[in-house]
């Protein structure tokens, strides 16, 4: 009887609140059924959702509209599109540094765009109008949206309207506006305004959580990519110039361009190539990129590359040619420095590989991780006899050279799939410290897309 009364008391208590219309969640007083809790469930669920996919458009810090479409898993890599000056280029995010493979025509005006022509480089946020790791992973994602909408008090529900083909709710703020599903589980599968650019650059994004198995192939993708990155990428946030004029020394087998490379940073060292090219009239004759050169902070270096095109040669046989006549020939020999970012640091966990941090583990990862993964893997409830064993197939997980680069919980890690009872079995250690994050029986979606991450392909079909 006494436990009927308080299941009836807390019937009545919860009825009262509905009347009275107010009900206290995380400090914050809302409606208790209204638009604005919806708008906090969706929130909350954002922020420990596996993956999420945004697409839409947003402001570069020129004001001008870039396209994108990209995948993210919780740690904050991923992979994508962007499209801005009319060209579409891919993205890639991984140990919170945007790059982007595109053609000349993708980077505008910048002096260096022949030189970045399907080339990866690492850009500045403002360069594609959004931090894509730092704004867009699941947890600060949420964090954002119930930032900017989780304290709304509204009375009632707004109309629904059809947004990406489903019913939702529009909820108003200073931030903007936000639309959430009319049903659950509660999604915010649309933002508009500068809540998530900020500096009044106003943006329109698409919302979608990705479940496990496509979160799966985010971190397959990433992999994928990272091999191209190993020997490092150019870099668009260092501006390097010459110090004086180019120099060059042209004769019928070759076009030499000289310049020396300054670095106007007084604290940082940095790697610089030289890409130079020879024009006659209209037409490229030759290109050439000098090795890397380093050049020590506020200091500069001198850097040559050489051409040797078959079209370089041949417009110098002509122009010198007995008969040619006594007019000048002219061409023109141009040069641009750019400064190379090193490899990210995932790269070091790729298969063969060598610098990973080695795996560890305390007793307490041990058995948060078996009280996690644990009943999926035995199927009953585990207990401390399972300890011990469950200890062992982490270990013999970790020794194992299948590893690939991941993600769990929200961090970075490096996955390593093992097996344990003639299944798969996976331990996921932090990429940074190498601390036990995650260790449990993987799905066949997963297994399918660390294996083709691997072995450097995508599973046929």
């Known amino acids: 009887m006494r436990y009927r009364g308080a299941a009836l008391f807390a019937s009545l208590t919860i009825g009262a609140l509905a009347v009275t219309g107010c009900s206290p969640i995380d400090g914050k007083m809302v409606t208790y059924d209204s638009v604005a809790n919806h708008v906090r469930t969706a929130a909350s669920s954002m922020e420990t959702a596996p993956g999420v996919r945004v697409n839409g458009t947003v402001k570069d810090a020129t004001g001008q509209n870039v396209s994108i479409d990209v995948r993210l898993n919780g740690a904050g890599d991923g992979a994508g599109k962007v499209k801005r000056n009319g060209t579409i280029g891919d993205v890639l995010v991984v140990d919170s540094t945007t790059y982007v493979r595109a053609r000349a025509p993708w980077w505008g005006t910048d002096n260096r765009s022949e030189t970045y022509d399907r080339a990866w480089v690492a850009v500045a946020d403002n360069t594609v109008g959004i931090d894509l790791a730092g704004t867009l992973r699941p947890k600060a994602l949420g964090e954002l949206l119930d930032e900017g909408f989780g304290s709304l008090q509204l009375d009632g529900m707004p109309t629904p309207s059809e947004v990406n083909g489903v019913q939702a709710r529009r909820v108003e703020s200073d931030a903007g506006s ?33 479940p ?48 020396k490379i300054l670095n106007s940073s007084d604290d940082s060292p940095v790697t610089a190539v030289l890409n130079g090219k020879v024009i006659g009239g209209k037409k490229v004759l030759g290109r050439c990129r000098s090795g890397r050169a380093p050049v020590a902070a506020a200091g500069a270096a001198t850097v040559s590359c050489r051409i040797t095109s078959s079209a370089w040669q041949s417009f110098y046989a002509g122009a010198t040619a007995p008969g040619a006549g006594s007019a000048t020939t002219s061409y023109q020999v141009s040069a641009s420095a750019s400064a190379v970012s ?65 993600s769990a919980d929200g961090k970075p890690t490096v996955a390593y799939i093992g097996a344990a009872k003639g299944r798969p079995f996976v331990a996921q250690f932090d990429r940074g410290n190498g601390d036990l994050v995650a260790a449990y029986g993987p799905e066949d979606a997963e297994t399918a897309a660390m294996r083709a991450a691997i072995a450097g392909q995508l599973p046929t079909r």
Do not use: H
């Open 178 to 210: 936000a639309w959430v599903t009319v049903d659950k589980p509660y999604q915010i599968v649309r933002v508009e305004g500068d809540l998530l650019t900020g500096d009044e650059r106003a943006s329109a994004l698409n919302i979608a959580l990705t």
């Open 212 to 259: 496990n198995a496509a979160t799966a192939e985010i971190s397959r993708d990433v992999a994928l990519a990272l091999p191209a990155l190993r020997a490092g990428t150019f870099d668009a946030y260092r501006s390097l110039k010459f110090d004086g004029p180019l120099k060059s020394t042209c004769n019928a087998q070759s076009c030499i361009v000289t310049g």
């Open 342 to 406: 090193p490899a990210p640091e995932a790269v070091a966990c790729l298969p063969g590989a060598v610098g990973c941090d080695n795996p560890k583990m305390t007793d307490a990862e041990v058995t948060t991780t078996l009280e996690q993964s644990g009943p999926g893997w035995y199927e009953r409830t585990p207990s401390d006899r399972d300890l011990s064993e469950w200890r062992e197939m982490i270990r013999t997980a970790a020794t194992s050279r299948e590893r690939v680069p991941w």
